[in-house]
């Protein structure tokens, strides 16, 4: 079965406190890995999409790597403002429905910045 | 705006009735996917639309749990005799792509979510 573990469950940080978020994965036939990110109330919004172990991607304060075990979300200098939960996904091929590709989430990492 | 939109925002049942949630996707989307949210957790995968036809319905906690597309676009989440466990937040999610077609860089955009207390 796939699983998903992010850790830590929750992180306080100071502002302009670098640091990382993990995301560890086990499933069969991996297509691509998520990050969202997710405020309170809302729906998860869509930060990056890793395919291939060693790409990394980067989004102002965010840059997420990908290896074939795990993915880290990096944090540099965050800001109050990044204060939310960050959901890493997986997606992976379902082989009774063909190329229908199933999406498998973490339960999160919530983050808070302090001023 | 043109994003998912999901209706009712909120909604309080008693225990023993029926629920009815309803997602639009972004117009044109191929996929339509429904998740479960509790509380502290991440979503939970239920069933999956492409266009009008479910192709995955294995996340469905039980047969009280009914889903339909029936044109291929809105769809709606029924769940019969709410029971106080399927109390949760209700996300629809679509994207562009179907099965079979550069499926590996589908990305899922989620609306507000539904959320669903049963007393």
């Known amino acids: 079965e796939d699983q998903v573990t992010q850790s830590p469950e929750a992180l306080r940080l100071q502002e302009g406190e670098s640091s990382s978020l993990n995301c560890s994965y086990t499933v069969s036939g991996l297509r691509g890995l998520f990050w969202y990110r997710q405020d309170p109330g809302k729906g998860p919004e869509f930060l990056f999409t890793?395919?291939?172990a060693g790409e990394e991607k980067e989004k102002e304060r965010l840059k997420a790597t990908l290896t074939k075990k795990e993915s880290f979300l990096h944090i540099t200098a965050p800001k109050p403002e990044d204060s939310a939960t960050y959901l890493c996904?997986?997606?992976?091929?379902?082989?009774?429905?063909?190329?229908?590709?199933?999406?498998?989430f973490g339960i999160g990492t919530k983050l808070q910045v302090i001023p | 705006g043109a994003g998912v939109s999901q209706s009712p925002r909120y909604k309080v049942a008693k225990r023993g009735q029926d629920v009815a949630l309803r997602c639009d996707p972004i117009?044109?989307?191929?996929?339509l996917f429904w998740y479960q949210q509790a509380l502290g957790q991440g979503p939970e995968f239920l069933t999956y639309?492409?266009?009008?036809?479910?192709?995955?319905k294995s996340g469905l906690p039980s047969d009280r749990f009914f889903a339909e597309r029936p044109e291929g676009s809105v769809s709606t989440l029924k769940i019969q005799r709410t029971q106080q466990e399927d109390s949760a937040v209700y996300l629809c999610?679509?994207?562009?792509?179907?099965?079979?077609?550069?499926?590996?860089?589908?990305?899922?955009?989620f609306g507000a979510g539904t959320r669903l207390s049963v007393l």
């Open positions: 996904a997986v997606q992976c091929k379902a082989p009774q429905t063909g190329g229908y590709q199933k999406v498998t």
């Open positions: 999610a679509s994207s562009p792509g179907g099965a079979g077609r550069l499926v590996g860089k589908n990305i899922q955009y």
């Open positions: 117009s044109g989307h191929v996929s």
């Open positions: 639309f492409q266009n009008e036809a479910q192709l995955d």
């Open positions: 890793l395919y291939s």
